[in-house]
């Protein structure tokens, strides 16, 4: 068990740019979650995916977030032309089942100059 | 709104000195009641799941409990190594927010030698 894993660890970058963080869930995991945790918070849910189906989007999600789990296995978050309250840590985390407890990765912190 | 309160938000113990940490929450429906700890820099670490009221969880010096309203996480003789922010979320069982957790914005220990 190797753990869900994150890439890249750290980001920074200008206000206006696009990025995209990639998440690898624990192998035998059918779901799929991404949060948003900022200083003093706990974390705020995004999205998740079961399989390869995207089940349900917080409004917190703009338009200019997009999250794709092509082939129920890996996933992408993407975040089109970067302001500056996008900083923040992004977690993902997995989870087999609805029921049972979700994983956590170590997240990506993203920094906008 | 379901939502998540933890207290208090920082608790600071001498080495040996038991307590407890809150957390109350108001939810459509208990799917379950998660434990995490969060080390600086890291995701959440999983502890625990509850589902229903009277019941306990234990781990080392943990140990997790559930009422209809409210959770406690007691901790017995502390060790410096303990020091971590600790969270508790919820899951839905109702709603439009079911696959998702909602979490508190933490408590965070501090273990004095």
């Known amino acids: 068990d190797t753990g869900v894993s994150q890439d890249p660890r750290h980001k920074i970058t200008k206000r206006g740019q696009n990025v995209t963080f990639r998440c690898d869930p624990i192998s035998e995991h059918n779901r799929l979650y991404w949060y948003r945790q900022t200083l003093g918070q706990g974390p705020e849910f995004l999205t998740y995916f079961q399989n390869e189906a995207q089940l349900e989007k917080s409004r917190l999600l703009s338009d200019r977030f997009s999250a794709e789990r092509p082939k129920g296995s890996f996933s992408t978050l993407e975040i089109q032309r970067t302001e500056q309250g996008d900083s923040a840590m992004y977690l993902c985390?997995?989870?087999?089942?609805?029921?049972?407890?979700?994983?956590f990765g170590d997240g990506t912190r993203l920094s906008i100059l | 709104e379901d939502q998540v309160t933890q207290s208090p938000e920082a608790l600071r113990l001498q080495e040996g000195e038991s307590s407890s940490l809150n957390c109350s929450y108001t939810v459509s429906g208990l799917r379950g009641l998660f434990w995490y700890r969060q080390d600086p820099g890291k995701g959440p670490e999983f502890l625990f799941t509850l589902y229903s009221a009277g019941e306990e969880k234990e781990k080392e010096r943990l140990k997790a409990t559930l009422t209809k309203k409210e959770s406690f996480l007691h901790i017995t003789a502390p060790k410096p190594e303990d020091s971590a922010t600790y969270l508790c979320?919820?899951?839905?069982?109702?709603?439009?927010?079911?696959?998702?957790?909602?979490f508190g914005k933490g408590t965070k220990l501090s273990v004095k030698p």
């Open positions: 985390a997995s989870s087999q089942g609805s029921d049972q407890p979700q994983h």
């Open positions: 979320a919820v899951q839905a069982a109702y709603g439009g927010s079911q696959g998702n957790l909602i």
